[in-house]
């Protein structure tokens, strides 16, 4: 059993419970187990905490030898965001590639292994799924981390995900609340603003949301954006109408709620993270998530100090934060108990692609649900100058600045995999106003496959493919974001995603094209 520090009183005790930071270094910090001791209740994983699968386990054992029931949250989306594989890249497609397959079994599957695999860390807490509807196709910070962009798929694919993920024994938190797809603007950079209407609202952002909250997902995220029509003042984050009318009282939602990073530049500076946490705890959340960029002790002791302070002052009431508190523990209770199960899926129908549709992924073949995932999502489409690729080519990465949620570490691109088929490939990158001449010049009488993100959002980028396409008219083009303008190039393959396993899939088209 944990026992809490002598000398600790309550009220500080639910200070810390609420908090959820992040820490630097692959091991434990002493600063961190002591504030286990006296009553934090979870801990964030980043990037930055993991090397292998065998040094996380044995991370999390070390928290848990402080204290048996801590919560072990990470951002595992899968796809492009991903933390346990973070220098590899993912080994399982993200939300897009999974919409766009459109087989719930299939989402269900690969949600319960990679719940599996985070479970065999022990990894209890996994802020994912993206529920957001990707009704924007200009959002910088949500594209290939939904669904899509429809409504009912986009309802149906997060209800699967959440099942699949808390079948392996993994909390799912379900994101970002109420819906950060129609924004044009990062909330990692500023406060973004969605103007609309509640009609249109009740039908589209809130939709899939209803569907998580049915399946049973034990935590929910609120998002750090303005919606007038729900709250003319207030973020999602500190909004009371949002999170306890909303949410609560009218979607029926008892679950843990749980702030995006509270570092972002949104709040941290609208309102400053002290006063955020102590107005995010009153409007109704239950977590404070912070440690994204912010991660030292001194952080966890200006937020633990300012709670207990507004309690004080009769700013935050005290039965609030014993509420949220309460919540945490019953979610770290709900996770010390939990199960696993042996997988067992079977994954049919409901889509095809030109890579065929396998539809049988038992537990004989679960570690392989990524790549059966991965190859039914792509759409591969034969253009005008269609030739096979027969030799070493000359992969061309255009480049965009990956946002903050994905991070620049994770390797993406086609090139890697494509050098184990056709050895000799050789790549570049590139970004800019003379991306396309560069790229050319680079290429010099290779073959080109030009590797593109969201070339719809990158204007150089659209340039730099015409570039190519006018002087190499047998360019390949490899669309690994949200494919919006009609297919282009001699062979044109959408990933509808940036994962390690959707490279290979797209590898493969390329050398069997």
């Known amino acids: 059993m944990t026992t809490i520090a002598s000398g600790t009183d309550t009220l ?7 908090l959820q930071p992040g820490f630097t270094g692959t091991s434990a910090p002493s600063w961190l187990l002591r504030r286990l001791g006296e009553g934090l209740a979870s801990v964030g994983l980043f990037g930055r905490n993991i090397a292998t ?10 928290l848990r030898a402080e204290r048996d029931d801590v919560l072990v949250a990470i951002d595992e989306e899968g796809g492009d965001v991903t933390r346990l594989e973070v220098r590899t890249g993912s080994s399982f497609p993200g939300n897009h590639a999974l919409g766009a397959v459109d087989d719930t079994a299939l989402t269900e599957a690969v949600a319960h292994e990679l719940g599996r695999r985070l479970a065999a860390c022990g990894v209890n807490l996994n802020w994912a799924p993206s529920a957001d509807i990707n009704s924007n196709v200009d959002n910088p910070v949500i594209g290939v981390r939904s669904f899509g962009a429809d409504t009912s798929l986009v309802a ?11 079948s392996a024994g993994v909390a799912a938190c379900t994101k970002h609340f109420p819906g950060h797809g129609d924004t044009a603007v990062d909330s990692h950079h500023a406060m973004p603003r969605i103007d609309a209407g509640l009609a249109v609202l009740e039908s589209r952002e809130l939709v899939p949301f209803r569907a998580a909250i049915e399946a049973g997902t034990r935590a929910v995220m609120s998002a750090h954006i303005l919606v007038p029509a729900l709250d003319p003042v207030h973020p999602a984050t500190l909004s009371r109408r949002i999170l306890t009318g909303l949410l609560r009282e009218e979607l029926g939602y008892d679950g843990l709620i749980v702030t995006d990073g509270m570092e972002m530049q949104a709040i941290s500076a609208t309102y400053g993270i002290e006063r955020g946490s102590v107005l995010a705890i009153a409007a109704g959340a239950d977590a404070i998530c912070v440690g994204g960029g912010l991660s030292d002790e001194p952080t966890v002791l200006r937020l633990r100090d300012a709670l207990v302070a507004a309690v004080r002052s009769g700013d935050l009431p005290e039965e609030r934060l014993a509420d949220a508190a309460a919540r945490v523990r019953a979610l770290a209770a709900w996770t010390a108990s939990t199960q696993t199960t042996t997988p067992s899926a079977s994954v049919n129908g409901g889509g095809t692609s030109e890579r065929g549709s396998s539809s049988a992924v038992g537990s004989d073949a679960r570690t392989d649900v990524g790549l059966v995932a991965a190859r039914r999502a792509l759409k591969v489409t034969r253009g005008a100058h269609f030739a096979p690729v027969t030799e070493a080519p000359y992969v061309a990465a255009l480049t965009p600045v990956a946002n903050i949620a994905v991070g620049d570490e994770t390797p993406w691109g086609v090139a890697a995999e494509l050098r184990r088929l056709l050895p000799g490939t050789e790549t570049g990158s590139f970004t800019g106003e003379r991306a396309g001449a560069e790229a050319l010049a680079a290429a010099g009488s290779r073959r080109v496959v030009a590797v593109v993100r969201d070339a719809h959002r990158h204007t150089w980028m659209a340039e730099a493919l015409d570039i190519l396409l006018a002087a190499r008219p047998d360019t390949v083009v490899v669309e690994m974001g949200v494919p919006q303008s009609p297919p282009r190039g001699a062979l044109h393959i959408a990933t509808h995603g940036a994962a390690r396993v ?12």
């Open 12 to 18: 500080t005790r639910d200070a810390l419970a609420v």
């Open 53 to 62: 699968p065998a040094q996380v386990a044995a991370l999390t054992a070390q």
């Open 156 to 166: 149906r694919h997060t209800a699967a995900y959440v099942s699949g993920l808390q």
């Open 502 to 513: 959707c490279g290979l899939a797209a590898a493969e088209a390329i050398a069997e094209a």
